[in-house]
């Protein structure tokens, strides 16, 4: 399926919903949105992308493997979990910084942790898709 | 104390990584482990020789009041001494017994993983802690027997070991549970005071007894649990030697004795032990004199060793515990040492079939002492440790009152007769007469690596010095263990010499009997119909019944209910639950439906109605796969609408996305799919419908229902309250998921990671098999 319409769409698509996944991302903690929803909405980009010039240039786009994201992914999150352990408080208690930032707000590690989310759910939602969709082109 | 019982697991865990570097010669240095660790409790003999107890207290989990407590008394050190000393010696043989195996490396894991559970459970004083310990010793004890994986015998042999201690351990959690739980603390120590309190009530008194006897007598292969004792002799012989005779199977002997003080001095408890380890020992010892592998007889006179403490637990006299500390030491001793000597005469001549062996002393002279003397022990001639043993036994059942007296004397003494028969097999016979016409032509070595003799000496010489000098282990060991069991002092030293009295009439009768029984008695080979009945009807035939048809009942449920085609899952799941729930909501709850709640319907609530059951229409109706796969989302969609118009934007969002990816998963998979099955026949399809109908009205009445149930709202109050104090975020909704329940989410996202594993490999790593087909 190559369509002219769809390719060129999806050029100025892909960046958009990319920038979208990240805000949606980013405004998790005080309006609707969060690292679960951004992830699937990034992975929807890439899936956009891979209908219009086939999985192939997807796959070159990502320059990694879907499949690798999971591991850093997970490593993000544990590292937000275990990050409070080294300053003597358990498992996941939330540190925030003392100062916001421009554009990002209070910055803190449950931000870091849904970023491992968002990575994750992407590796994960691209590997389950690319990997369906190769098995069945194959045969 | 903490690193001395977890040495055994920090090395099983470095040898996976170091594993290379000692599978050639340094693994004799491996016996320096329990080597240390013998001598670091050697330390601890003043303080146990004064009748002091240590206690060492290390915090684990303190909120569920389990702490990783640890307690040295006498009865403890004795079974330290056993497990070390022994243990030493095993890993020091096993070097050269072993040599050159690619396994070399995991069996020396394996073996200091027992070891390390062995310590913690006889050392350990919080009951849970022991049960965990206790799992251990059966885990390790699995691999140990199946170590020659390749064969299908031992493999089955390790289940069948692992299934009874397995249910045995099951047993004892819930005996343990309920000891904990009726006398209010977890602790051995503290429990002595509550004794009163466990015997209050005689139902859960008799309970606990049972549970707790099913555990260790699946451990200690008492009747009718005992069959996986011989099966388990499949694993190479100083594991056998170690694990089966000496230490493990006593780990339910040590427990009975450890509960002696709490649970013991009941009717119930000294008539349960009595019966079974008297039943058990003159059993298993008849038993082993038709026995021809060495091994075999080995494992039925250690089941009837078992059986001997087992009953003099229940005997419960002062004496019958200084006669069970004594007996667990000694044979202990004896028993290693012929289990080791037999693995010599495995190895060197490659069978253990004590008709086809003879005069080996010839070849071996060092193993046939150390044969001679362990002999000598278990039968329990003079100046042998093994005299002074069964002295105290035969003391132990004459000072029972009345004429209950002979008859446990009876038993004993026929019971010893037999086992000297037995040891005599092992110990002797292999080395006497002249080497048979066949065994000649064996090859053998010329010389025998000092690991695998001096062991077995060294355990017959340690026999005979004991025997000698009684009162150095009774000043060290014997007499501080048998008072933990008893609980009180027990004024009785061992002695050589008692005066002529009816225990060494005894003594001297079994000694006669025994020899002439070795001199004159050939046991005939059953017919093999009768084996076949016999086998048939015995707890072990039974157990084996038991496991085919539990297999086979696995097989059909599996075939039945998971067989792979995702409409039968459905299905399947749709009644469960309709059944299910439709019969607890119908027998217990009200039903009433309240309206009165209910606000007007509006306009974009009805025009989404109408779309969702136009499409739910189209999906039911529909020849066509891709326009069924449209409807159904589209009613995806239209429920993103309703959680929208009722304040979800963020559930909203997440179904719209993952509606999306559903409709582009069910796309590329469309043309693989197998055929539409709407063109079926018309009773699958009023099947499903009525299905489908009744689930969904069961859903809507519970939906209706919960409307009036009033809810409890002090936990999304709660989350709404203190999103802001204490997570610093506003929606509430994300500050749940990354800081309330964080780590929930971070569990889901491993469950996300391992579902596309699955996916990755089901279909990228199986694909050459399908490829062929």
Redesign the interface.
């Known amino acids: 399926m190559q369509s002219t319409i769809l390719k060129t769409a999806t050029n100025y698509l892909l960046p958009l919903l990319l920038m979208f996944s990240i805000f949606i991302l980013l405004r998790g903690h005080y309006e609707s949105g969060g690292g679960f929803v951004g992830g699937l909405i990034a992975s929807i980009a890439f899936v956009l992308h891979s209908f219009a010039y086939g999985l192939e240039s997807t796959k070159v786009l990502l320059k990694f493997p879907p499949l690798r994201f999971i591991p850093v992914g997970l490593l993000i999150s544990f590292s937000a979990g275990i990050m409070p352990m080294f300053l003597g408080k358990p498992f996941m208690t939330g540190l925030w910084a003392e100062n916001k930032l421009p554009v990002l707000g209070l910055v803190g590690s449950a931000l870091l942790f849904d970023i491992g989310v968002f990575i994750v759910v992407i590796g994960v939602t691209l590997t389950i898709l690319f990997t369906i969709s190769e098995s069945v082109s194959s045969e | 104390m903490i690193l001395a019982v977890l040495a055994g697991f920090i090395a099983a865990f470095l040898l996976a990584f170091l594993g290379k570097f000692f599978k050639g010669r340094l693994s004799v240095l491996l016996g320096l482990l329990p080597l240390s660790i013998f001598n670091y409790f050697l330390y601890f003999f003043p303080y146990i020789t004064e009748g002091k107890q240590l206690t060492f207290s290390y915090n684990w989990i303190p909120s569920l009041g389990i702490n990783l407590d640890f307690r040295l008394d006498g009865l403890s050190m004795l079974f330290v001494m056993l497990i070390t000393g022994i243990g030493a010696l095993v890993f020091f043989y096993a070097s050269a017994y072993l040599q050159g195996h690619k396994y070399l490396d995991r069996f020396y894991a394996y073996l200091s993983l027992f070891m390390g559970s062995m310590l913690g459970l006889v050392l350990a004083d919080n009951i849970l802690l022991i049960f965990v310990f206790w799992e251990l010793t059966s885990v390790s004890s699995f691999f140990l027997i199946g170590f020659n994986n390749d064969n299908a015998e031992s493999r089955k042999s390790a289940l069948m070991a692992f299934a009874i201690t397995g249910c045995g351990g099951f047993f004892l959690l819930a005996s343990f549970v309920l000891i904990g739980s009726t006398a209010d603390t977890y602790s051995i120590d503290s429990m002595r005071l509550a004794t009163d309190l466990l015997k209050a009530e005689p139902g859960k008194y008799l309970t606990i007894l049972v549970f707790l006897f099913i555990g260790a007598f699946s451990k200690s292969a008492q009747f009718p649990f005992h069959f996986w004792l011989p099966g388990a002799m499949k694993a190479p012989t100083p594991i056998s030697a170690y694990l089966h005779s000496a230490t493990m199977v006593k780990a339910g002997v040590y427990l009975l004795a450890r509960f002696t003080p709490i649970l013991g001095n009941h009717i119930y408890w000294n008539t349960t032990l009595a019966c079974v380890g008297g039943f058990t020992m003159i059993y298993a010892a008849f038993h082993s004199i038709f026995r021809k592998d060495m091994k075999s007889i080995l494992a039925y006179s250690t089941i009837s060793a078992l059986g001997i403490c087992v009953f003099l637990l229940g005997l419960g006299t002062s004496h019958a515990m200084v006669a069970l500390a004594a007996f667990l030491l000694v044979h202990g001793l004896y028993k290693a040492g012929l289990f080791l000597i037999t693995g010599i005469v495995d190895h060197e001549t490659g069978t253990r079939d004590i008709d086809k062996l003879g005069g080996l002393r010839k070849w071996f002279p060092l193993v046939a002492v150390a044969g001679l003397l362990a002999a000598l022990s278990n039968a329990g001639v003079p100046l042998t440790f093994g005299f002074i043993g069964k002295d105290l036994i035969y003391e132990a059942t004459l000072h029972m009152f009345g004429n209950l007296s002979y008859v446990l004397t009876g038993l004993a003494v026929l019971t010893n007769i037999f086992l000297l028969y037995a040891g005599f097999n092992t110990g002797i016979k292999p080395f006497i007469g002249a080497i048979p016409e066949n065994l000649a032509k064996v090859s053998h070595h010329e010389t025998l690596s000092p690991l695998l003799w001096l062991p077995p000496l060294l355990l017959g010489g340690t026999g005979i010095f004991f025997g000698v000098l009684p009162y150095i282990p009774d000043t060290l060991l014997i007499s501080h263990a048998a008072r933990s069991i008893y609980g009180t002092g027990i004024d009785a030293p061992l002695k050589i010499w008692h005066g002529f009295n009816l225990t060494l009439m005894l003594s001297a009768g079994t000694l006669v009997a025994g020899l002439l029984l070795f001199l004159r008695f050939q046991p005939k080979a059953m017919s093999a119909a009768t084996e076949y009945w016999s086998h048939k009807i015995s707890p072990h035939g039974l157990t084996e019944w038991i496991g085919v048809q539990t297999r086979l009942l696995a097989y059909n449920y599996t075939r039945i209910m998971q067989n792979g085609y995702l409409r039968t899952y459905v299905l399947t799941i749709a009644v469960f639950l309709t059944v299910l729930i439709g019969y607890r909501f119908f027998t217990t709850v009200d039903l009433r439906v309240n309206t009165s709640n209910f606000t007007d319907i509006r306009l974009f609530e009805f025009v989404s109605f109408a779309i969702m059951v136009i499409a739910i229409m189209m999906a039911v109706l529909t020849n066509s796969r891709l326009t069924a796969i449209v409807s159904i989302s589209i009613i995806g969609y239209t429920i993103c609408l309703i959680f929208v118009y009722y304040g979800a934007?963020?559930l909203a969002?997440?179904q719209f996305?993952?509606d999306?990816?559903t409709v582009?998963?069910f796309v590329?998979?469309l043309?693989?799919l197998p055929q539409y099955l709407n063109e079926a026949n018309w009773k699958i399809k009023i099947r499903d419908g009525f299905i489908s109908l009744t689930f969904g009205t069961l859903i809507s009445l519970i939906t209706l229902q919960a409307l009036i149930s009033p809810a409890n709202k002090q936990i999304s109050r709660f989350y709404a309250d203190n999103a802001y104090l204490?997570?610093?975020?506003?929606?509430v909704?994300?500050?749940i998921?990354?800081?309330f329940r964080?780590?929930d989410?971070?569990v889901e996202?491993?469950v996300?990671?391992i579902?596309?594993?699955g996916?990755?490999s089901l279909?990228?790593l199986n694909?050459k098999p399908t490829d062929k087909d």
């Open positions: 934007p963020d969002m997440t996305t993952i999306t990816l582009v998963l590329l998979v043309f693989r204490l997570a610093k975020g506003k929606n909704v994300n500050v998921l990354v800081d964080g780590a989410t971070m996202i491993m996300l990671t579902a596309a594993l996916v990755y279909l990228k694909a």
